[in-house]
């Protein structure tokens, strides 16, 4: 069990609301990262940190945000939830060896 | 031409049968090297690292191979359980200490009985 939660695991929002995800931790490890999953793209970074409060945008970053005020937390943020951001979310968390743990998911509809 | 590219598959194969897979990369400064292993609608789960003079764990092995940029991953006498899909992830470093994780789009395997 590599200590990393997601939340909510399952959610169905309508088009125009904010969603926020949230990534919990209980390794202490220093880098973070969000990724979406979809059907022939595989797994694609959508922001990572670094540190608290030091995050830096990934490949698919447009429409989304995020904040890591405590080394276990790391938040997603859609500011206004759009059907192309219908996806699988996987948060992760990367050791000192390079190796990355993933979140179990959380799977977002948006209508 | 894509970072890191795979075949999707899928390959079926037969119970105890040897099954191989391919992942090649394009940046010739990749550094690290990893096979995960995803069920379907789970997460993605490290399955092994890919060291330079390759490894083994149980029955499976990963070879790198940095003249021609690829890694493999070869799995023996398959199990039904073996079925999924497996990602490569290959990193480089960007600069400072930042290192840029690319993942393949995955293989599918299915092993029948």
């Known amino acids: 069990d590599a200590g990393i939660t997601q939340s909510p695991r399952h959610k169905v929002t309508e088009t125009g609301t904010p969603v926020t995800l949230r990534c919990h931790q209980t390794e202490n490890h220093r880098y973070m990262y969000w990724y979406r999953q979809d059907p022939g793209h595989g797994l694609r970074l959508i922001h990572y940190s670094y540190g608290v409060k030091d995050t830096d945008k990934g490949e698919v970053s447009d429409g989304y945000s995020v904040s890591r005020s405590k080394t276990e937390d790391f938040l997603l943020t859609l500011e206004s939830a759009t059907s192309s951001q219908t996806s699988v979310y996987f948060c992760?968390?990367?050791?000192?060896?390079?190796?990355?743990?993933f979140g179990e998911g959380s799977r977002l509809t948006v209508l | 031409r894509k970072e890191v590219e795979q075949d999707p598959g899928p390959f079926n194969v037969p119970e105890g049968a040897t099954v191989a897979f391919n992942c090649t990369y394009s940046?010739?400064?990749?550094?690290?090297f990893f096979w995960y292993r995803q069920d379907c609608r789970k997460e993605p789960k490290l399955l092994m690292s890919v060291y330079s003079s390759g490894n083994e764990d149980g029955r499976f092995t990963a070879q790198l191979n940095r003249a021609s940029q690829y890694i493999s991953l070869l799995i023996r006498d398959s199990k039904l359980s073996d079925s999924a899909t497996y990602l490569c992830v290959v990193t480089f470093l960007l600069g400072g200490a930042t290192n840029k994780l690319i993942f393949g789009t995955g293989t599918l395997l299915a092993v029948q009985p």
């Open positions: 992760a968390i990367r050791d000192i060896a390079g190796e990355l743990f």
């Open positions: 940046n010739s400064a990749s550094q690290s």
